[in-house]
């Protein structure tokens, strides 16, 4: 069958804020379900979740969308 997965892109520069850091270092380079919600804690401990960029005002993450067949590996 055929399978709908994604990832996230963060550009790492001077720019980059320390939640999309923390962000690329538990998704970047990994894909995961579509409906799976991208989650992290903020500073005060509390979760939070999104299902796709932007993570706050003026982000430059961008959501990446993969189809592939079932076999192939993540």
Do not use: A
Not at 5 to 18: E, W
Not at 44 to 58: C, D, M, V, Y
């Amino acid at each position: 069958g055929i399978v709908q997965i994604k990832n996230v892109y963060n550009p790492m520069d001077n720019k980059t804020c320390d939640m999309c850091r923390r962000l690329d270092d538990k998704y970047g380079g990994k894909s995961i379900n579509l409906n799976t919600l991208f989650k992290i804690r903020n500073q005060k401990g509390k979760e939070e979740t999104w299902l796709s960029p932007p993570f706050h005002p003026n982000c430059r993450g961008e959501l990446r969308t993969i189809v592939k067949k079932e076999s192939e590996e993540n």
